[in-house]
């Protein structure tokens, strides 16, 4: 046995030492991240004349990858000794790059040839070639060169003059990926009128399946007008659902016309099983087809993999399938290694793991009511078409389904009213939410939201795509199942207490409904202002401050409800949004809540208004009365008293008998009242301002959430919650400021109480005095 080459033992332990550190997120000191934060952020730097070591670079490398995320604990995911074999292969095909050529040549060759073959041994591909590439739709494009190159002979030389003639068309169903017919014509420089969009079933079959009978219409039209139809692209597996077109049927339309038929789609991975479906086995015989082994595998950084058959290599180099340069082979180095490392069983675990997981949650998804798959169907099928259907659906990996409100029970006071628009895009943004939080609160599920044409929002779970990296086990999905369970219920009273939150909002004059469909709760409400005599600015300056302040208290409550200004991006501005509902929801106390606390903050918000005015108009009249009390000073005591040396003078041989009237500001009535009572009777406390509230708060029972009705097992709640003391509140605050300034009797100019100083007869106030109580109040 040799000895291995010593480089190539480096490298691996290299890039093992490289993964250890960027996986384990623990390389960097505490000072050192300190030192990182003040050093640099995201602004690129000079390039260091010195150099730096690998350690440096590498943590430089998880910097950037991870950024401040670490105190959220996030790390980069594992990816399993399989992904660093796909890793090493890109450090090795650097290393191999550096070979003489014709040793490259003889590496490369063994490369391409043992990786095609095993493909295609793998997915029952016969006698077929292989083109590697980065880009899902590259090879699509390439094989449309080649159906090109093979369709008209001169196209080598003549170039795009000799497509004029006979325009080539591309046909594609519906249900493709979104924008690949664009690509094609952008990269193959055609015009759009070349692509041709094939719809779906609408009488027979599933609703994601390309309509044969009119394709073959189609075809014979364009043939009819002087167009070459040129390539097919079938699926198996729609990129939303994960439905199969019917490819038997297809492929023998493709040989009737001499068209070349392309295959793609996720269901291609089941091929390597023991049982494969009779509708993807038939997808063999196409001319080729186009897999993604690194998601299936998790594998990162993979290329992905078109198998085709064509007898010319002339015209296969021509399209661009094959290349002279060994840089170009070494693609397949990556794959090459990982396949070598899973072996055959582990490849076929994998696939067989993703499928399973994909039937067990299958099974589950039937046993609940409320609960439809997008195989579900409408219309009358033939006997023989429902059973290839259902072995269709029984064999797909990927699961589509969707909330439905079939499955629930109308309340009494109704259930969702309006036309069916408006029903799909209620149950379109519940179905949003359910995916959503399923994914949030099951994250190893790797389920996802998918808008489908026919059926609306769903939720599409696709262990193929997202099992291998994620490392999904049967526990995840037993868990998505249960999660599902659970939210159910919560969806069938949120969608029976929409209406009847809607008419109770309707009923109440302060409130206005906000039509949303798009938002997964109860409803949407805005509190209105009852003030008639404003401008349209102030009126609407008044509605976002109630709003806002009724949001804040609504959200301090202590219920299950969930309450929001809506998404970021909202076009309505100034609402409160309510989230989901619960079976034991009291939606008529909900509103009155709602407005009762809108009212209270309505009316706190006025009290401030008018208090302002008080305040400013109480200012006026003490300033009048402090005029007034100086000028009769001036005139009892005289103008040569006002001299400064003259009255010092006068006030020792005959001083002047004063005493300081002072005056109190009563927020309640608005008005200045004399201070003299507090004087004469010190404890004179129980002239207050009251400023109570007249609402009533009903009584909440300790320990009970609000808004639950007594028949469901809770207690009866209070019809306003303690959030309408908030006038109580800040009355009390004031009456007891009152209280203090009055015992103080100290004026201060940020207090709320304004005395003035005028003259008693009854006391002696030292010389100056008067003036400083003057301009202290000033």
């Known amino acids: 046995?040799?000895?291995?080459?010593?480089?190539?033992?480096?490298?691996?332990?290299?890039?093992?030492?490289?993964?250890?550190?960027?996986?384990?997120?623990?390389?960097?000191?505490?000072?050192?991240?300190?030192?990182?934060?003040?050093?640099?952020?995201?602004?690129?730097?000079?390039?260091?004349?010195?150099?730096?070591?690998?350690?440096?670079i590498l943590q430089l490398v998880q910097n950037l990858m991870h950024g401040e995320d670490e105190k959220q604990g996030h790390r980069m995911q594992y990816v399993g000794e399989q992904g660093h074999m796909a890793l090493l292969g890109h450090s090795l095909a650097a290393y191999i790059s550096v070979l003489e050529r014709e040793r490259l040549r003889k590496l490369t060759t063994r490369i391409l040839s043992d990786t095609t073959l095993w493909l295609c041994r793998l997915f029952r591909y016969e006698n077929g070639s292989a083109y590697y590439h980065e880009?899902?739709?590259e090879g699509l494009v390439k094989m449309c060169r080649l159906a090109i190159n093979t369709h008209y002979e001169d196209y080598a030389t003549e170039g795009f003059t000799v497509l004029s003639s006979k325009p080539p068309v591309i046909y594609q169903s519906a249900a493709s990926r979104p924008g690949l017919?664009?690509?094609?014509?952008?990269?193959?420089?055609?015009?759009?009128?070349?692509?041709?969009?094939?719809?779906?079933?609408?009488?027979?079959?599933s609703l994601h399946q390309m309509d044969v009978a009119l394709l073959d219409k189609l075809i014979r039209d364009d043939r009819e007008s002087g167009k070459l139809p040129l390539l097919l692209i079938a699926n198996a597996g729609t990129p939303g659902a994960g439905h199969t077109d019917k490819l038997s049927r297809l492929k023998e339309l493709c040989v009737q016309h001499n068209m070349w038929l392309h295959v793609e789609g996720v269901n291609l991975a089941t091929l390597v099983l023991g049982q494969v479906s009779s509708t993807v086995t038939a997808a063999t015989k196409c001319d080729s087809m186009t897999l993604t082994p690194g998601p299936w595998l998790g594998l990162p950084a993979v290329p992905a993999v078109t198998l085709y058959r064509h007898e010319d290599p002339a015209l296969s180099?021509?399209?661009?399938?094959?290349?002279?340069?060994?840089?170009?082979?070494?693609?397949?180095?990556?794959?090459?290694?990982?396949?070598?490392?899973?072996?055959?069983d582990g490849i076929l675990q994998r696939i067989k793991h993703a499928s399973q997981l994909s039937q067990q949650l299958l099974e589950h998804l039937k046993t609940l009511a409320s609960i439809k798959t997008s195989d579900v169907l409408d219309?009358?099928?033939?006997?023989?078409?429902?059973?290839?259907?259902?072995?269709?659906?029984?064999?797909?990996?990927?699961?589509?389904?969707?909330f439905s409100q079939d499955g629930s029970t109308p309340s009494s006071g109704g259930s969702v009213k309006g036309n069916v628009a408006e029903e799909r895009d209620i149950l379109d943004a519940l179905n949003r939410w359910l995916g959503e939080q399923l994914a949030q609160q099951v994250p190893l599920s790797g389920v996802d939201v998918v808008e489908l044409e026919d059926e609306g929002t769903c939720v599409r779970f696709s262990p193929l795509m997202t099992a291998a990296a994620l490392g999904?086990?049967?526990?995840?999905?037993?868990?998505?199942?249960?999660?599902?369970?659970?939210?159910?219920?919560?969806?069938?009273?949120?969608l029976r207490f929409r209406q009847d939150f809607k008419d109770e909002v309707l009923q109440q004059a302060s409130l206005s409904y906000i039509e949303d469909q798009s938002w997964p709760g109860l409803g949407v409400v805005r509190y209105e202002a009852r003030s008639t005599d404003l401008d349209e600015d102030k009126r609407q300056y008044r509605v976002e401050k109630i709003n806002s302040d009724l949001l804040k208290k609504l959200m301090e409550l202590d219920t299950d409800l969930y309450f929001s200004d809506g998404p970021e991006f909202c076009e309505e501005k100034n609402c409160i949004f309510i989230g989901m509902a619960t079976e034991d929801l009291d939606v008529a106390e909900l509103v009155e809540t709602i407005v009762s606390i809108g009212k209270d903050i309505e009316e706190s918000g006025k009290f401030f208004e008018n208090m302002t005015e008080v305040v400013r108009r109480g200012i006026q009249e003490a300033e009048q009365q402090l005029q007034k009390a100086n000028e009769e000073k001036l005139m009892e005591e005289g103008v040569l008293r006002q001299i400064p040396l003259v009255g010092s003078v006068l006030n020792w041989f005959s001083p002047v008998q004063a005493s300081v009237k002072g005056r109190t500001f009563n927020l309640a009535e608005g008005c200045l009242d004399s201070t003299e009572p507090v004087y004469s009777v010190k404890a004179q406390m129980n002239k207050e301002a009251s400023l109570d509230s007249p609402k009533s708060v009903t009584k909440q029972f300790p320990g009970q959430k609000l808004f639950r009705r007594h028949g469901a097992g809770s207690d009866s709640v209070s019809d306003t919650s303690s959030v309408s003391h908030l006038e109580e509140s800040f009355r009390e605050t004031a009456h007891v400021q009152a209280i203090d300034a009055e015992e103080a009797e100290v004026p201060q100019e940020h207090h709320v109480h304004i005395e003035t100083e005028t003259a008693l007869s009854d006391q002696r106030v030292p010389e100056g005095q008067e003036t400083e109580s003057v301009d202290a109040l000033r």
Not at 184 to 199: A, F, K, M, R, W
């Open 1 to 56: 046995m040799k000895m291995m080459d010593p480089t190539l033992a480096e490298m691996g332990n290299h890039l093992s030492d490289a993964m250890k550190i960027l996986e384990s997120g623990k390389l960097e000191s505490e000072q050192g991240k300190e030192r990182r934060k003040l050093s640099w952020k995201d602004f690129p730097g000079p390039l260091q004349g010195d150099g730096q070591d690998v350690v440096s």
């Open 135 to 137: 880009d899902d739709c």
């Open 181 to 205: 017919g664009q690509h094609l014509c952008s990269q193959l420089g055609l015009p759009l009128s070349s692509l041709c969009i094939v719809p779906c079933n609408t009488m027979f079959g």
């Open 317 to 344: 180099l021509a399209a661009g399938l094959t290349s002279s340069q060994p840089v170009e082979k070494l693609r397949a180095l990556p794959l090459w290694l990982s396949l070598q490392y899973l072996g055959h």
């Open 379 to 402: 219309s009358e099928v033939s006997l023989i078409e429902a059973l290839r259907m259902v072995e269709d659906e029984l064999n797909s990996p990927v699961v589509v389904f969707r």
């Open 472 to 494: 999904t086990q049967e526990n995840d999905v037993a868990a998505l199942v249960e999660k599902l369970g659970e939210m159910i219920p919560v969806l069938s009273c949120t």
